[in-house]
T-cell receptor
Framework: QQPVQSPQAVILREGEDAVINCSSS?????VHWYRQKHGEAPVFLMI?????EQKGHEKISASFNEKKQQSSLYLTASQLSYSGTYFC????????????FGTGTRLQVTL | DGGITQSPKYLFRKEGQNVTLSCEQN?????MYWYRQDPGQGLRLIYY???????QKGDIAEGYSVSREKKESFPLTVTSAQKNPTAFYLC??????????????FGPGTRLTVL
């Protein structure tokens, strides 16, 4: 079962903040975040692990609540380049390489 | 430059024909993956491989087949048994190390249209 992302879409003005949520019905080992621009391949942003370790983008932060099986991606002082579709990928089987992706959150940043 | 290449970028096939999508990586990654993406949808895992000569089914493997004869190559065959093969296909790879988690690197994708 795919993780649920919210909101499905959001429009921001440059400089505004946004939060994208990812919720799973299963216990999670890790959560990955990717951004995909139209017609392009997804690009890695962040990995969050059980126990609090994070690896990823300097200007984007995220949280992982293991008990709630949720992760949130925080986009602050958004730039035009942040536009795209954001996907969370969850690892729920303990197989490090097997991710289940959400349906995505479309973010548009305008002037 | 290290990376993942997929070819072709666009592919058109007649209904009922098998078609093979190419994926090659020179990142020396152990794990490789195939995903399918439909408009407005997320990425759904078709097959993945953690080591040469071994692969596992993902969530939507029916109608697809793969091979992993070389570390750098993971071709995907879309067979005539796949009911609705028109989609954007993404190949990815990642490092593998017991107990560690690594990001997946994606190729540029192949857009398959079945006429």
């Amino acid at each position: 079962q795919q993780p649920v992302q919210s909101p499905q879409a959001v429009i921001l003005r440059e400089g505004e903040d946004a939060v994208i949520n990812c919720s799973s019905s299963k216990a999670l080992y890790s959560v990955h975040w990717y951004r995909q621009k139209h017609g392009e391949a997804p690009v890695f942003l962040m990995i969050l692990l059980k126990g609090g370790e994070q690896k990823g983008h300097e200007k984007i932060s995220a949280s992982f609540n293991e008990k709630k099986q949720q992760s949130s991606l925080y986009l602050t002082a958004s730039q035009l380049s942040y536009s795209g579709t954001y996907f969370c990928g969850t690892e729920d089987t303990g197989t490090a390489s097997k991710l289940t992706f959400g349906t995505g959150t479309r973010l548009q940043v305008t002037l | 430059d290290g990376g993942i290449t997929q070819s072709p970028k666009y592919l058109f096939r007649k209904e009922g024909q098998n078609v093979t999508l190419s994926c090659e990586q020179n990142l020396n990654h152990d794990a490789m993956y195939w995903y399918r993406q439909d408009p407005g949808q997320g990425l759904r895992l078709i097959y993945y491989s953690q080591i040469v000569n071994d692969f596992q089914k993902g969530d939507i493997a029916e109608g697809y087949s793969v091979s992993r004869e070389k570390k750098e190559s993971f071709p995907l065959t879309v067979t005539s048994a796949q009911k609705n093969p028109t989609a954007f296909y993404l190949c990815a790879s990642s490092r593998m190390l017991s107990g560690a988690r690594y990001e997946q690197f994606f190729g540029p994708g192949t857009r398959l249209t079945v006429l």
